[in-house]
């Protein structure tokens, strides 16, 4: 990995760190990508679902602004069509299950010391694990 990686990553980990303190002071709202996202599309209120759409767009948004910036955004998926949709729905079932998402729990809950946050995160990170190791060595992907 290169320097300028690196660079990247550290200026990366410190928007999103920013976005999830300025929308907690502001808006009283954790930054939990799948809650946003659930409130937008099926479960939020009129008045609650613009913030929300925003905070979206402003996801979608951000890769596109870097690539027009001249910056080199490189995409490979290596797994098949089904595999892919397969590990969202689990993914999907997993954040229903485990009541948030990694930036949910790992980002926001773990800076206010959230126990069950922590848990939680620790499950996603050992789940992610044991998930990997298994589609290599038994199955092959």
């Not at 410190?14 to 502001?26: D, E, N, P, V």
């Not at 969202?88 to 079932?93: D, S």
Request: hydrophobic share 55%; with cysteine; net charge positive.
């Amino acid at each position: 990995m290169m320097l300028s990686d690196l660079i990247l990553a550290l200026i990366g980990g410190a928007l999103i760190g920013l976005s999830a303190t300025l929308l907690m002071m502001f808006n009283g709202r954790i930054a939990g990508i799948s809650g946003i996202v659930s409130g937008a599309l099926f479960l939020g209120e009129a008045g609650d679902r613009s913030w929300r759409v925003f905070f979206i767009l402003g996801l979608l948004m951000a890769p596109l602004l870097y690539g027009g910036l001249g910056g080199d955004i490189q995409i490979e998926m290596t797994g098949s069509p089904f595999l892919v949709v397969t590990a969202g729905l689990l993914v999907g079932f997993g954040t229903r299950l485990g009541s948030g998402c990694t930036s949910g729990h790992g980002v926001c809950g773990l800076s206010r010391l959230s126990p069950r946050s922590l848990a939680a995160t620790m499950l996603f990170m050992i789940t992610g694990m044991v998930t990997v190791s298994v589609m290599k060595l038994w199955v092959g992907v």
